[in-house]
């Protein structure tokens, strides 16, 4: 498995991890939830299929079930952007696929919601640098001939708290 979707370049890989199951995923994803708060962004990268709405929607739903409520969280590439609450958390999910630059991704309101909101953005690259600093990325990687493995790679400044909880999170398997 290859990391071979679009990130950042400069940013150093933190730690990777290897998924064997959608279960082991969202797993992970409710693993990583736990430590994020308003105000975190999490760009999802990775190829069509590699597992980045099913880690958000676990992730989502995670943080719903701490507060005792459950919505279906269904793809966002239709929407562009889903909108949740998980108690006073405000959460966006974006799959930015259809959108062609960042000018049009900004109009979604996205700036004021990096500061405001948990953010997970599938597509990331459709920002093509406009990514807030701080910002997490997770790199999904598939490969057809193990249909169920999928390699996780965190790739973020290394310098800050969140960081090293994320990587810790992905170490920790
Ligand atoms: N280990 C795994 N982790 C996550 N998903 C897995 C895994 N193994 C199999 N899958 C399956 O892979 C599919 C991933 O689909 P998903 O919609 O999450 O992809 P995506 O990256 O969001 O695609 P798109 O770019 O089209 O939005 C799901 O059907 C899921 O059940
Ligand atoms: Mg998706």
Sequence with gaps: MSDTAACSPELPCLARWVSTSPEATAAMAARIGAELRAGDVILLAGDLGSGKTHFARALIQSRQAEHGTAEDVPSPSFTLVQTYHAGDLEIWH????????????????????????????EWPDRLAGCWPEGAAWLVFSHDPETPDRRGVSLHMADDTGLAARLARCLEAG
């Design 94 to 121: 974006c799959d930015l696929y259809r959108l062609t630059g960042a000018d049009d991704a900004l109009e979604l309101g996205l700036e004021e919601a990096f500061s405001d909101a948990l953010c997970l953005i």
